[in-house]
């Protein structure tokens, strides 16, 4: 069985369709299943959705989702997830809304966004000098406590982060990276980053025996046309999106990240 991996896509239509086609390319899948944060963000929420509809695919809620379709639309929701939800009717609200915390797609394959038991807290991920690192081994083995012990592969996102851990007599955890937001800055506290490095839109592959065994993983990176997602991102007021979006990176605030000052970057 081939299944192919996507998550955080972020209403990056343009970054969507450059994976269907390089996965069609590499010879399709017999499952593409989506890990969650379809639409929030500064560029094309509703022609994502559409296209997602189309798809039908198995679909877990990612903390945006959530976001989008529950929040209140006013000055403290979040500018990424109010252009979304603004744009979105309300059939697609309620749809973000109705997507499951986790899926199991196939025997022993189980899916969610973040942690089997929570959207927005990060499972392989720790914060150190205002960046995702991976966390101790110890720390994710924790984190995964409320998943079934049958399951074999765990498929997450929300780091944005492309991730392949395996757990000594657990799963091995798969995050394929983001399809449509390379990087990111989040000022909760601790304020911290996620940078892929590169704009290119990323995807996973996962090939599993006739058992169902885990057997291949492939993190796959997609040139597209980033240029037009960034000049989208800028014609609605969100320069920080369009930096990203050209280049993998943030631009750093040195006051709102005082963890990455000079002293704390080492050759």
Sequence with gaps: MRIAVLADIHGNVLALDAVLHDLERRGGADLIVN???????????????????????????????????QDPAD???????????????????????????????????????????????YLADAIVDGQLVRAPLGTITRRLKSLDPACRIALCG?????????????????????????????DTPPAH???????????????????????????VAVAYDHEAAAKQAEAAGRPEWAHALRTGFIRIERSSYPELSEAHIQD
């Design 75 to 121: 000055e403290k929701m979040w500018p990424s997830d109010r252009y979304a939800r603004e744009r979105l009717t309300a059939a697609q609200h309620e749809a973000l809304s109705a997507l499951p915390l986790t899926l199991e797609i196939a025997p022993g394959v189980v899916a969610f966004h973040a942690r089997p038991d929570h959207d927005e807290k």
């Design 158 to 186: 929300h780091s944005h982060r492309s991730e392949l851990i395996r757990i000594p007599g657990g799963p091995v955890i798969f995050n394929p990276g983001s399809v449509g937001c390379p990087a990111y800055s989040d």
């Design 193 to 219: 980053a996620s940078e892929q490095g590169s704009p290119h839109a990323r995807y996973g592959i996962v090939e599993l025996d006739a058992a169902y065994r885990p057997d291949r993983f492939e993190a």
């Design 35 to 69: 890990l969650g944060d379809c639409v929030s963000g500064p560029l094309w929420p509703r022609e994502t959705m559409q296209r997602l509809e189309a798809l039908n695919l198995p679909t877990v809620r990612g903390n945006h989702d959530r976001r989008v379709a």
